[in-house]
Each structure stands twice: as structure tokens, then as C-alpha cells.
């Protein structure tokens, strides 16, 4: 039996679990999760989002690192939600990524869909898989460390 929870947690209930606001907000909705175990979110990609006046303005593409950031953010929210949002003490940080691989670009108009799994979890840090897909297609992935520190 799956604990999977389905329906929408759109983005206010988002900002009750992680401190990102914006500009750097990049989760806009999660679809589902299995607490401890795996989420489902969605960033929707705007042109007037500001890393778009630099980031190749005659052809805009959302940076990798912030494909990465989003997913490391749902990651985040993952963890909220498996602690029942019950870590208002702590600030979770990205201090490692591996096996980054970006297999095609993502413009405005794109739905990134991010899947995030937890793979292992020691002490206070906890290692994610991320795949972010766009049309049904995978367009990055990367497994991520986080760590909890303390306000």
C-alpha cells in the first residue's frame, strides 16, 4: 500500500514549507507525494521571469543551475511535507550535486515537470534523484545533497 497524497498544493502552501520567494521561487504546484519518499511539482516557465533579460535575450533558456535550484527546491518540499512542515528552525542548503545532465533546452512556455526520490538520508543530510521532463521528455537530471543547519 502507497501513502501517495494526490491533489494540488498550489504555491501559497509552498511558501508556508520553504523560505524562496520571489524572484527565486521555482516550485508553483506539487502534484503528488509519498512522504519520505517522492515528490511530483511543476515550475511554469515565463519570458518575464529576470533571468531572461541576460540569459541569451535573443533566445531565452532557463539556466541550468536554476533547472537544478528547482529541483532542489521541490526536494525541499519534500521534506516539509514528510516532517509535516514541522521544521520551522532549520534551513535546508544544496552543498553537492552530481551527475548533472541537461539533454535538451527549456524556453519560456515550457512546464517543467520535476520528479524528485529520495536515495538515502544520513544524519542530518539527505541525498536526492531529480528528473526534470518538458513534453513528456527528459530535459535534466541530477542527483543533489542537502544539508539541515539550524537558523
Known sequence: MTNEHNGDLGVEEI?????????????DK???????????????VTFNEPQFTGHFPDHPVMPGVMIVEAMA???????????????????FYLVKVDKAKFSQVVVPGDQ??????IKKVIKNMTMYAGTVTVNGKVAAKAEFL??????
Not at 527546491?73 to 534551513?91: E, M, Y
Open 15 to 27: 511558501m508556508k514549507l520553504i523560505p524562496h520567494r520571489y524572484p527565486f521561487l521555482l516550485v
Open 30 to 44: 506539487v502534484i503528488s507525494y509519498v512522504p519520505s519518499e517522492s515528490i511530483k511539482a511543476i515550475k511554469n
Open 73 to 91: 527546491q521541490a526536494a525541499g518540499v519534500l521534506t516539509q511535507l514528510s516532517r509535516d512542515g514541522q521544521a520551522d528552525d532549520a534551513l
Open 112 to 117: 517543467m515537470v520535476m520528479e524528485c526520490q
Open 146 to 151: 542537502c544539508a539541515e543547519k539550524s537558523k
